[in-house]
Each structure stands twice: as C-alpha cells, then as structure tokens.
C-alpha cells in the first residue's frame, strides 16, 4: 500500500494511538509519525521502543505540518486538547479521533477547529484490557470495525481518505450518525462494561466469602467479567459521564429485564427461564459466523498453570 | 497412576461426564467405563465415538457391579435419578456427582441412598460454553478446581478416595460445606451467568439497535458474555431455581452497587467511578497470578476473519 498522510500526529500514546503506529507501518500508511503524551514518562518510553518517528514534548508541536491529526486521550481531555492544539493547525489538515463516544467529542472539539482542517470523528471499535505505551500491536484492528461519524460540514473527501487509513490499518469502516453510535455503543460496550465492573465490585465487597476464593473458583464464568473489569479508570470514568443519556437508557432496560428473571426464579417459572436462555445462544451464533469472536471453547485461552498444584 | 476404581458408571454423557471419560483414560483412573444417557442420541453418539468401554440403556443396567457412580444429569433430575439407581447400587459404591449446586442435591439424592453406599457430592469448576457428548475433553479439569461436600455420615476413606481421582484428572480438590459452596458459586458463578443472560437478551431485544449491529460491534465488550449466555439452557434454568436463596441475596447486592454507580453517572461524581473501576483490577491479577486466567491480550483468542472484507 501507499502513503496516505505524509505526516500523522498521535496525540496520547496509549494502547490503541500504539497499536495504530504499528498498523501504519506494517503497511507502510504515514510518511512520518510524531507522537506525544502528557506524560513524560509515557514520553520516554515511547521513544525508547521507537514508537514514533519522532516524540516531542507538546500537543502544539506534534500538530506542526500533520496532515492527520489524531486525539487518543480520554474523551473528558479532549476539550482542552483541541483549544491547545487549534492555533497550530496545518490548513487543510484533518482532525480525528478514537473516543468510545461521539456525540460529545463533536461538541467539544468541533468548535475549536478552525474553518481550514477537516473533522472527521472515529471510533476503532478495537482494544484490549491492557493499556499504556508498551500495549499496542499491528493486529489490533484486523477485521474489526471502525465507525466514522462525519459532521455535515465533513468534505467527504477527507472522510474518504480517512477510510482508506483505517482500512490500511485491516479495520472494516462503517460510517453513522454520532448519536445512533452512541446508542449502539451504550449496547455493545458501555453497559457491559459497567455491569462487568459492578459485578466484579460485589465479588470484592462481600464479607461471607473471601477474595481468595472469589480468585480460587473464578473459572466458574466469573474470571470472563474481570477482564473487561481491568480497562483503563480514567477512560471508562470518561465514558460514561459523556455517554450518560444512552447508557443510562440501556441501564434502565437492564434492570427491568433482570428483575423480570429475578422473578421468574423467586416464582420458580423454569419455562420463562428455559425460554428466555434459550434466545440469547443465537446471538452467540451470529457473532461467531460474522467472523467477531472464535468458536474454540473458552475463547480457546491457555491458562497458566500455578507453580505448586493443590 | 493406577487404577482408584474398578468399574465407573456415567450417568448422562455431556461435556462434563465425557471430559471425565478422557482424563480417566489419559491416566488409567478407572478400570472399566460405563456409560448411558436419557437421549438415544446421545447414546448412539458416545458408542460411535467410543467415549466409554460399554454404553447401556438405562441408569439401572450402568450402575450395576459399579464401585463409583457419577450423577452427571441436570440438579433438577437428579431425584428421580436417585430415586431408579437405588434399588442397584453395588455395596459400598461410592456415588457423586457433578452439580453447579450442593445443598439442594444432598437433599434430593441422600434420602434416595441405600446405608450400604457412600455419598459425596461434588462439582468440577470446569467448563465451557459448549455441551453435548462431543464436547468434552481429557484436559478440562487441569489446574481448575473441583469442590467435594462430603456429608456428616460420608466415610472419610470414600472422600479420599474420590479425590484421588479429581487429582488424577488433573483437578485441585477442596472441601467445603454445601451451603458455603451454593453461596461461593452465586458469586463465582450463578449470578455471572444471569447477568450474561440478561445483558444479551436485552441487546437482542432493543429496537433502535439491529441485532446485526449488535453481531457486527460486539468486540467492544459485548461479545464476552455472549460466550457465557451461550451455555446449556436446561442445566442452568436448574441451577437458579435449586440456588434460589443465594442467587437473589447476590442479586440484590449486585443491584444495590449497580444503583449506586448508576447514580454517580446521573450526578456526574466521577471520583466515585474512578476509585470504583481501579479498585476491580486487583481482582484481575489474583487470578492471572493464580493461575485462573490467562494474561494474554483478550484471553489470547483468535478471530476468524471474514471471507469478504466490508
């Protein structure tokens, strides 16, 4: 594949701004990367491993002469971000970005941008429970999905050219309006995830059973919810206060349906039960024939063995 | 290793029962296998591909001259079960079983029991999201756990013997209280599942979102409790109701914190979330540090990939 943008700037150097300078390279898509971090530390270790082409110390210098330009820092940063970065702008350039919810990254940093660069809001649909520097890797992206949720002032040709990174990069682009992407999400990712953090908060807060034996027999179909429970704090903090409206609706519909089964077991209803379990391994079907998720059992996970048995 | 028992009787021939035929042979645990389930099927299945040395009709006809009988049916047929072995079990066969719940089998099987046998429940922390006599495999107990809950009246001498064969299998073997196990699985296990359950019947439920944009963005989180929900629905309709009382009391300290987090992404307290989701990585590494879980990015799985790209 070819150059695509001469010089992208990485603003963040977490897992998925990571994960994109591997997949860009492995491909060939960025003439040059610079990237930087607010933390000096994130700073040196990406220098370190060679991450970018260049690290440098500020937004504003990052930004000088990208033609893309792309905010990987929690969505509640990127405010700021984009009225520190504006008056550095290269005309013509295009502004995206990889929040986990979009409506609220269209109202915080569209108004910033000045008339001359393009904003095309993103969201790599793309992660693991890891994070930081060191995290990311080419095949993050493979064969997932990354949705761009254009403006109506987005020239579609920056939108176009936009595509052609992520695809580069082996993601499956789908384009849809801000709000609807982050009802979907408030599905797909928020409300599970905030359930997976409550459930394994409760596990942690009991005092009839132990942590240890919560850890001991987790393979029970505990240890599944404890992964998505060790993502990055900050972020997840950050989605939720700016996904409140959608995640909250889907909350809502949570409760009431848990509460419908809460009830069927108090009642002993084993057909509702029977029925209701019975739907849900379709949707597993689904997304294993569409190619998001393996059939191995277990996700076909290796699992340490202790040192000492027993 | 060397034989524990002469002749083992499987009653109900699923993932569990069959991945113990594979770990019994892997180590010459069991001198002669023999097999039946209620489904002809089933049967015709476990005899094509030999999962055990003989394969016969009825529980009566496979418990007959066994020194170890295992009840590997669903909790809510073990009674029944009991109720058609007794009049055939062999003097002091050992007769356990394999159920997610332990109080609610001691009192549906124990009374059933002649005094001339022993009895020891148990239950493999082991498992995967598919069933069926084909399904099972001789590595599934390897470093998980499996609980016995010996009864007051069991002999000490059968429990040693019947952990000798978890051990042979490749099990770490405990001991506990049926009671203290219903309430540590609520935990572990139970109420996990329902949560799985319910958070993807409402996905599959909504309106607005398609349930093939729900297949299509599911790697965002979603797609690890759609592993879970895609369990047995027959034995896990069974497992809440013979859990009842464990199942709500987790249940309500699970909705109590959920109402608390959800609040804080009403009032926009984000402290509360942060302190919250850093809190529940701990977790994470105790079982990655156990041994429970694998530290790999995404449990290490692989994706299929799409034959048509887009």
Request: glycine residues 8%.
């Amino acid at each position: 594949m070819s150059v695509i943008y001469k010089r992208v700037a990485l603003i963040g150097l977490g897992l998925i701004a990571g994960s994109m300078a591997h997949a860009m390279r492995r491909n060939g898509l960025a003439g040059e990367i610079v990237g930087t971090a607010r933390s000096a530390e994130t700073r040196a270790i990406a220098l370190d491993i060679g991450l970018c082409d260049r690290v440098v110390d500020t937004p504003a210098a990052a930004v000088e002469g990208a033609d893309l330009v792309v905010l990987a820092v929690p969505v509640g940063a990127m405010a700021d971000l984009a009225a520190q970065i504006a008056p550095h702008l290269a005309r013509g350039a295009t502004i995206t970005d990889v929040g986990s919810v979009k409506r609220d990254v269209v109202e915080q940093v569209g108004p910033h941008l000045p008339d001359h660069v393009h904003f095309v809001p993103g969201h790599p649909l793309a992660g693991t429970e890891h994070s930081g520097p060191r995290s990311g890797f080419a095949e993050l992206f493979d064969n997932r999905y990354t949705i761009l949720t254009p403006v109506d002032s987005t020239d579609p040709a920056a939108t176009a050219r936009l595509r052609d990174l992520w695809t580069g990069c082996g993601a499956l682009v789908e384009e849809m309006e801000a709000d609807h992407h982050d009802l979907v999400l408030a599905v797909t990712s928020h409300t599970p995830h905030l359930i997976a953090y409550t459930m394994v908060g409760v596990a942690d807060d009991l005092r009839r059973v132990t942590d240890s034996e919560v850890i001991k027999y987790s393979a029970a179909g505990f240890r599944d919810f404890t992964r998505i429970a060790a993502s990055d704090p900050t972020m997840w903090r950050d989605v939720f206060l700016s996904n409140k409206d959608a995640t909250l609706e889907i909350l809502g519909r949570f409760t009431e349906e848990l509460f419908a089964l809460q009830r069927a077991i108090r009642t002993g209803d084993g057909d509702h039960l029977h029925e209701y379990f019975t739907r849900t391994r379709a949707i597993r079907r689904g997304i294993i024939e569409a190619g998001q998720d393996t059939d191995a059992p277990n996700f076909g996970r290796e699992v340490a063995r202790k040192e000492n048995k027993g």
